[in-house]
């Protein structure tokens, strides 16, 4: 669902850099490619995206030279007007090729300091205390004593991963074992080892909200917010966000100021942003600070929500256009997801169309026969089984619909199997 503003510019072509889960991310490509010409940097076949693609260059840009030297090769050939780039392990990596070719970017390490949150979290201290206390340790002895220091409760927080993965909040010294070896044990392949790799933090009370901006000139615009849904503590899996067109909270001072400083801080001056944030009792403060597209497709939530399509905004951004935000709806909309019961094999995904209720835009299944789905904390967003969408007047009725759908949505398979001993 977007509107189409201006046609097509055939001639101005986007290095995309990864392209990412079909479920989470088609939308983006279907929107971006009627403006622009995508060109795909990565070492993996183009798959569901090559429709939307006028070619690809298989390099992965985590080998930052060697994609730095393909895509000069590839401008002999095919001027580039931007690099876009929302996959979170690779926009670090985007950012150092876009600075290498003279092409739009924020600083490579200004994003940079978005994606290590040791780094971030010591910019925001300087800046005047804008986030949580936060301690990196090495092993549990450091962070036991981290957490006597910080006071519990605390939380437990990967350095450098993303989508909830490896966060778990911890209430005392006699879960501080168990789930520092949880977090301890998160990893993705394509991201580097640290020495202090754990962070150990002040738990910030309170709900949870995202703030998705803009950034043009160092001016930071935001656009809409999302609050977010935890059900599966101690974990802090996102199950769900809603976004309503005039939310009270774009015209709160304080916390726009926050989302400012926080992003003066780790000067990002340049491109979309998604800043986490918690509304405290003594105020609003910052979780994170993510260069990039909000994951979660809470983008997509937000054009149904305002008419604001966020995905044709950054690629405007990284080829240098100001970016059309004018609002074209005012309504709520949100997005939940749907989990198995238990850990299981999936065998069918279905959703009965008759008995959907009303408010509901759009059911996408997440998983499909022979899919492992393993309820948090052993899988976060894979272990999803479906994504419902509901648009009406205001937060309640769109949670009211998302509740109903649960029982029109049918997850079944078989137990997963045990791991045989070696």
């Known amino acids: 669902m977007v509107d189409d503003v201006w046609t097509t510019d055939s001639s101005a072509t ?27 940097l990565s070492s993996s076949p183009a798959d569901w995206a090559t429709p939307y693609l006028a070619g690809q260059t298989f390099v992965d840009a985590l080998d930052v030279d060697a994609a730095i030297a393909a895509v000069r090769t590839l401008r002999e050939t095919r001027p580039l007007a931007g690099i876009l780039c929302y996959d979170e392990l690779r926009i670090v990596a985007g950012a150092t090729i876009a600075e290498a070719l003279g092409l739009p970017t924020t600083s490579a390490r200004s994003v940079l300091a978005c994606r290590d949150k040791r780094l971030s979290r010591q910019l925001m201290t300087e800046a005047g205390d804008l986030g949580p206390q936060s301690i990196g340790v090495t092993d549990l002895a450091g962070a036991q004593r981290a957490a006597e220091r910080i006071g519990y ?11 909830s993965e490896g966060v778990a909040k911890v209430d005392g010294p ?10 301890k044990a998160a990893h993705f392949d394509d991201v580097p080892r640290f020495d202090e790799d754990v962070l150990v933090e002040e738990y910030l009370d309170g709900p949870e909200i995202a ?17 977010k849904q935890f059900d599966l503590a101690p974990t802090f899996e996102e199950t769900g966000h809603v976004i309503s067109a005039e939310d009270p909270l774009l015209r709160d001072r304080e916390l726009t100021e926050l989302v400012r400083a926080a992003h003066s801080a780790l000067g990002f001056d340049h491109g979309v942003t998604h800043t986490e944030v918690r509304l405290t009792r003594h105020g609003p403060r910052i979780v994170e600070v993510n260069g990039r597209l909000g994951g979660d497709l809470i983008p997509y939530v937000g054009l149904l929500a305002t008419g604001i399509d966020l995905a044709l905004a950054a690629a405007d951004l990284a080829a240098r256009r100001m970016p059309d935000l004018r609002p074209r709806r005012a309504r709520t909309a949100a997005v939940r997801f749907y989990y198995p019961a238990r850990d299981l094999v999936v065998e069918r995904v279905r959703v009965d169309p008759a008995g959907l209720p009303p408010h509901i835009s759009e059911v996408r299944p997440l998983a499909g026969q022979g899919d492992t789905l393993l309820r948090p904390p052993g899988a976060f967003v894979f272990g999803r089984a479906a994504a419902g969408f509901a648009v009406a007047d205001d937060q309640d009725t769109c949670r009211r619909a998302l509740d109903g759908l649960a029982d029109t949505i049918e997850i079944a398979g078989h137990p997963v199997p045990e791991k045989q001993p070696i």
């Open 14 to 40: 986007l290095l995309l850099v990864g392209s990412g889960f079909q479920a989470y991310r088609e939308w983006i490509l279907r929107s971006v490619s009627r403006r622009f010409r995508l060109w795909l």
């Open 153 to 163: 409760p605390v939380v437990l927080k990967p350095r450098a991963l993303a989508g």
């Open 174 to 183: 006699g879960q501080l074992v168990e789930r520092f070896a949880f977090t």
């Open 211 to 227: 703030i998705d901006s803009v950034v043009w000139k160092g001016e930071v615009r935001p656009v809409f917010v999302s609050h």
